[in-house]
T-cell receptor, first 118, second 116 residues
Framework: DAGITQSPRHKVTETGTPVTLRCHQT?????MYWYRQDPGHGLRLIHYSYGVKDTDKGEVSDGYSVSRSKTEDFLLTLESATSSQTSVYFC?????????????????FGAGSRLTVL | AQTVTQSQPEMSVQEAETVTLSCTYD???????LFWYKQPPSRQMILVIRQEAYKQQNATENRFSVNFQKAAKSFSLKISDSQLGDTAMYFCAFGGATSGTYKYIFGTGTRLKVLA
């Protein structure tokens, strides 16, 4: 899908264990985002990146950290997973401010990663 | 901070009929984009339609059109000739710059069911 892949697609882990989700893009887009989707809450922004080593917090960043050492990769880490972090996680990419073509400013999503914390 | 509100958690419509999904947003920015995304049971997020805030003309994509009221900060989606394949979760989203970086904020979604 538009050169964006997430791994793993499914993961079951236990409370207290570290978890890393990976997002990889081949579009060379500057911006990358991590969202979580939960019933009744829609998609909520966890962290985002606007360049290599440039990241910022979203609305639900507690308990999560991110890293971006290369343009194509954006990692989301749960240092010590909790049951409240059971969710579907989406990575997304965009190239805002790149003009008015149909693709400009559009947010393109990966397929999602379902994480279950027992 | 920007917010997006979808006040209709669930809706249903008969096949071939027209349905309108509501969305309101709040922002102090003048330049931004608004989007509707569709999420079928496959969980894939699919862009339905996009609207640039600086354009007064409402966007259309085949059976999908929007009613963009900038002053009222309203952005509704109209689906004409509804089809069974339109059954999905629909999310309204705002995309804009805040403090020099670009973010996308989503509403809580409207679950649409098209009835045969």
């Amino acid at each position: 899908d538009a050169g964006i892949t997430q791994s793993p697609r499914h993961k079951v882990t236990e409370t207290g264990t570290p978890v890393t989700l990976r997002c990889h893009q081949t579009e060379n887009h500057r911006y990358m985002y991590w969202y979580r989707q939960d019933p009744g809450h829609g998609l909520r922004l966890i962290h985002y990146s606007y360049g290599v080593k440039d990241t910022d917090k979203g609305e639900v960043s507690d308990g999560y950290s991110v890293s971006r050492s290369k343009t194509e990769d954006f990692l989301l880490t749960l240092e010590s997973a909790t049951s409240s972090q059971t969710s579907v996680y989406f990575c997304a990419i965009s190239a805002p401010g790149t003009g008015t073509t149909s693709g400009a400013n559009v947010l393109t999503f990966g397929a999602g990663s379902r994480l279950t914390v027992l | 901070a920007q917010t997006v509100t979808q006040s209709q958690p669930e809706m249903s419509v008969q096949e071939a009929e027209t349905v309108t999904l509501s969305c309101t947003y709040d922002t102090s920015e003048n330049n931004y984009y608004l989007f509707w995304y569709k999420q079928p049971p496959s969980r894939q997020m699919i862009l339905v339609i996009r609207q640039e805030a600086y354009k007064q003309q409402n966007a259309t994509e085949n059976r999908f059109s929007v009613n963009f009221q900038k002053a009222a900060k309203s952005f509704s989606l109209k689906i004409s000739d509804s089809q069974l394949g339109d059954t999905a979760m629909y999310f309204c989203a705002f995309g804009g710059a805040t403090s020099g970086t670009y973010k996308y904020i989503f509403g809580t979604g409207t679950r649409l069911k098209v009835l045969a």
